[in-house]
Nanobody
C-alpha cells in the first residue's frame, strides 16, 4: 500500500513562494505519473501539475504555468511543487497523487481518474 504525505503548506503573502513536498512510503516507478491537485472551498478538485520521471513529461494548468514547477527526487521517493508569485486565488488544499500503472500516451493526466493513491492534503493560504 502506498502512502503519500504532503508538507510545506502555510500562510504566505501574495507574491511570495512556498515549496510543497510529498513523501511516498514506497518507491513509485519512474514511469508512473505523479501529480498535484488542489481544492478550494466549495469547488471541485482541480489539476495543478503532473510529472513522469522516466520520459520527463510535465504538464501544468494554465493558471499556474510559468509560476509553479514540479520536480521529483526518485531516490528519496519525494515529489515537490515549487510555487512562486503566489496569488490569493492559489489558496486551496493541495494534494499529491500517484498513478497505479505506467504512463501511456492515451492517458489524461490532468484528470483525477488517472491517479489511485492520494495524500491527505496540505493547506496553502495566500493573503492579499
Amino acid at each position: 500500500q502506498v502512502q503519500l504525505v504532503e508538507s510545506g503548506g502555510g500562510l504566505v503573502q501574495a507574491g511570495g513562494s512556498l515549496r510543497l513536498s510529498c513523501a511516498a512510503s514506497v518507491r513509485i516507478f519512474s514511469n508512473y505519473a505523479m501529480g498535484w491537485f488542489r481544492q478550494a472551498p466549495g469547488r471541485e478538485r482541480e489539476f495543478v501539475a503532473t510529472l513522469t520521471s522516466s520520459d520527463g513529461s510535465t504538464d501544468y494548468a494554465d493558471s499556474v504555468k510559468g509560476r509553479f514547477i514540479a520536480s521529483r527526487d526518485y531516490v528519496k521517493n519525494t515529489l515537490f511543487l515549487q510555487m512562486n508569485s503566489l496569488k490569493p486565488e492559489d489558496t486551496a488544499v493541495y494534494y499529491c497523487a500517484a498513478a497505479a500503472r505506467p504512463r501511456t500516451a492515451y492517458g489524461n493526466y490532468a484528470s483525477t481518474r488517472e491517479y489511485y493513491y492520494w495524500g491527505q492534503g496540505t493547506q496553502v493560504t495566500v493573503s492579499s
